[in-house]
């Protein structure tokens, strides 16, 4: 089979095509026939080893001290099961699939066995396999996100980096929940958290949400550049401060900051869950969410994906057909 392969950690360039060998699917998984995956952030950051401050050694010592361990990036897939391995009761041959591998990607190549136990489900009706592909990373870790920060009905939240992939998922899995949502992004973006359904949005490069003199019991910051002190005063009493990307620092203040305020910063990984994988599908079948699709690139030119999101222009996802 083809795959995007890597073997020395950089730029873009360090990713060539080859071919590799097909995987069988062992006892109690399935083979997946990939129709597309996804360049997400943490495929471009594990292909630079740019991880968030503080957690340098400990990437290396999980991924590949001097060369990457796994050499297909890719965490998320959308696909045909094509076989199954003995004893597999959840799907069946010619079901179309989407789901997660995490830590393990995989997702750039033409096939890729997954365990049928894992974060795995079947794509909803009215879904292509691109649309499907763009909702299982960024979808799971919102739903994980506002499930620690126990986001309720009426509640204001504000997601700073609103419109990438994870901000995009946040803004209406929020609104699904009842909360009134504030969006910041910049001006080419706006329209788009408005169509996602943001109430109100801000435009950061013509003004700092923090400085604007509204308080949210909720701040979610998937793109890392909300601080806790830069933040502090925007927190209601008891509000949340929710990082998808802290580093060291922002995770040794948890503790400083539960002792001396009555705020919480809730930080730390985010796990793959089938069930969430499921809530997902219910929760776009039924039009509450919306896969949010910026580029599509053939396979071949995943390099040029790579690139494109390392620009940090992209909304929502960047999509590999395969």
């Known amino acids: ?33 990939v129709r597309a995956t996804s360049v997400t952030s943490a495929d471009v950051r594990l292909r630079a080893l740019d991880v968030p401050p503080g957690f340098g050694l400990f990437a290396r010592l999980a991924f590949g001290v001097f060369r990457p361990r796994q050499r297909i990036l890719g965490v998320e897939l959308a696909g045909v099961v094509v076989a199954i391995g003995e004893e597999v009761r959840r799907f069946a041959v010619g079901d179309a699939v989407f789901g997660l591998t995490g830590a393990r990607m995989g997702c750039h190549a033409e096939y890729r ?54 901000g995009a998922a946040t803004v209406q899995l929020a609104k699904h929940l ?57 927190l209601e009493d008891g509000g949340r401060l929710v990082l998808a990307a802290a ?16 705020a ?23 039009g509450r969410l919306e896969p949010v699709i910026d580029r599509v690139y053939p396979l071949e030119h995943a390099a040029k994906a790579h690139a494109y999101v390392d620009s940090k222009r992209k909304r929502g996802s960047v999509i590999v057909r395969v």
Request: net charge negative; glycine share 10%.
């Open 1 to 33: 089979m083809r795959a995007v392969v890597y073997e020395r950690y950089g730029a873009p360039d360090v990713l060539e095509l080859r071919d590799v060998p097909t995987p069988t699917p062992r006892r109690r998984e399935v083979l997946v026939e």
């Open 113 to 166: 066995a997954l365990p049928e136990d894992g974060a795995l489900a079947r794509i909803p009706e009215g879904l292509d396999f691109e649309q499907a592909a763009a909702l299982p990373f960024g979808g799971t870790t919102a739903l994980e996100l506002l499930r620690r920060a126990n986001v309720r009905s009426g509640e204001r939240v504000l997601v700073n980096g609103a419109s990438g992939c994870v």
């Open 178 to 234: 009842g909360a009134h949502v504030t969006g910041v992004s910049s001006t080419a973006n706006l329209a788009l958290l408005r169509a996602l359904g943001a109430d109100e949005v801000v435009d950061y490069t013509r003004g700092d949400f923090t400085g604007n003199g509204e308080s949210y019991d909720v701040i979610v910051d998937t793109v890392g550049t909300a601080t806790f002190s830069r933040c502090r005063r925007s």
């Open 247 to 262: 580093g060291l620092p922002e995770m040794l203040a948890i503790p400083w900051v539960a002792m001396t305020t009555n």
């Open 264 to 286: 919480r910063i809730i930080a730390g990984p985010v796990a793959e869950r089938a069930e969430d994988v499921a809530r997902l599908a219910e929760l776009a079948a039924k």
